[in-house]
């Protein structure tokens, strides 16, 4: 917790962890997705990791390159978990992302959702970016992506 508690010792959490201060010598993954690996820590570090998002809404992020931009890789943290464990509550924390935050994370999150639910939400998911849809018509093509990369029961399409 400690090291999430400063915007640069969260940065550096989130981005790829070097061996030796060579970038040459850079592994792929970093320090929060190796934790995000350990089923111990998985839940309560992805609450901590979504409540930190918020601090950072102010931060202009538009057109910022991902490395900047501290919701941008939080969300792609959550991409390449390799066990998503169900008590970790990730839908649910992006969902309710989804609906507090600025219009450029928003994108990020809904483009993600495929990547990251598990199957048996993605009705729960379609239910969900419906609303989006209906409050939100400048996430259209995001949500519409994102509906094509989700199994969609016939009854969902209408």
Known sequence: EEVLATPEGLRQS??????????KNCTADSLAKVLLG????QPKLIGLLFDKIPEYFDV????????????????????W?????????VTEHLLTLIQICPLPIQ???????????????HAHVVEALKGVLDTEPRCTNAIL??????????HLLE
Not at 38 to 41: F, H, I, N
Not at 81 to 89: F, G, K, Q, T
């Open 38 to 41: 350990v089923p111990d820590v």
């Open 107 to 121: 994108r990020e999150a809904i483009s993600a959702l495929p990547e990251i639910v598990m199957d048996g939400e």
């Open 81 to 89: 978990i390799e066990a998503l464990l169900p008590d970790s509550r």
């Open 60 to 79: 202009e992020d538009e057109g910022m390159c991902v490395s900047e931009s501290i919701p941008r890789l939080i969300i792609g943290q959550m991409k």
């Open 14 to 23: 989130l981005l790829p962890m070097r061996t030796d201060g060579d970038v």
């Open 145 to 154: 992506d994102a509906l094509s990369n989700l199994s969609l029961e016939s």
